[in-house]
């Protein structure tokens, strides 16, 4: 099993659409969380960090699932330009380094 | 204004020869990455270094090897042992102590390519 998992998607939805990502990471003492947006052939920037209370930016919420092992990335009212891969992050136990999920790929059509 | 700096964007690489990939940072970060990411993959780790004469191995370091001489530069060395080295490499860097608050900061990004 990876250390973290996406569903590769792609999730095509319309402009004005709310769509929701899963991120399943194993390791029950990992730490911090991220989100990341990728767009095509170019580096990924950081979206948002993911806190254990659940953290809202605008459009984008955020939550952390402990129990269940699963961070959460929500979009509402979707835009064009809101298509790109998200990645999700997470900081191991030990050590200061991220593991990365594979991606997953959404496509926002009008 | 600060941020991570990668050369060259793109890069090929005959068989049997070995290849430098440049990242500069002024963030004042102590901490450097560097990543691959293959279609369809994640990103996994290649090597990492917290400070300045010291690194260390990631989960896929043979066939690379890496210096940290100065907090500001990390160069990576893709060598011939490297049996597939094309991809898009990433360079990152970070606070020491990764937070919920501080992640990483990457890049722009190398594409290696063999021919």
């Known amino acids: 099993r990876k250390e973290v998992e996406q569903d590769p998607g792609p999730f095509n939805v319309p402009e004005g659409a709310t769509v929701a990502f899963n991120c399943t990471y194993s390791?029950?003492?990992?730490?911090?969380f991220f989100w990341y947006r990728q767009d095509c052939r170019k580096e990924p920037k950081l979206l948002m960090s993911v806190y254990s209370s659940g953290n809202e930016d605008g459009r984008f919420t955020a939550q952390l699932n402990r129990a269940s092992q699963y961070i959460s990335l929500l979009i509402r009212d979707s835009k064009l330009s809101d298509s790109a891969t998200y990645l999700c992050a997470v900081k191991r136990e030990y050590g200061n380094k991220l593991v990365f999920g594979a991606g997953t790929i959404l496509r926002v059509k009008s | 204004d600060g941020g991570i700096t990668q050369s060259p964007k793109y890069l090929f690489r005959k068989e049997g020869q070995n290849v430098t990939l440049s990242c500069e940072q002024n963030?004042?970060?102590?901490?450097m990455y560097w990543y691959r990411q293959d279609p369809g993959q994640g990103l996994r780790l290649i090597y990492y270094?917290?400070?300045?004469?010291?690194?260390q191995k990631g989960d896929i370091a043979e066939g690379y090897s890496v210096s940290r001489e100065k907090k500001e530069s990390f160069p990576l060395t893709v060598t011939s042992a490297q049996k597939n080295p094309t991809a898009f490499y990433l360079c990152a860097s970070s606070l020491r102590a990764i937070s919920s608050n501080y992640g990483y900061t990457f890049g722009s990004g190398t594409r290696l390519t063999v021919v």
């Open positions: 270094s917290q400070i300045v004469n010291d690194f």
């Open positions: 963030l004042n970060h102590d901490a």
């Open positions: 390791n029950s003492a990992s730490q911090s």
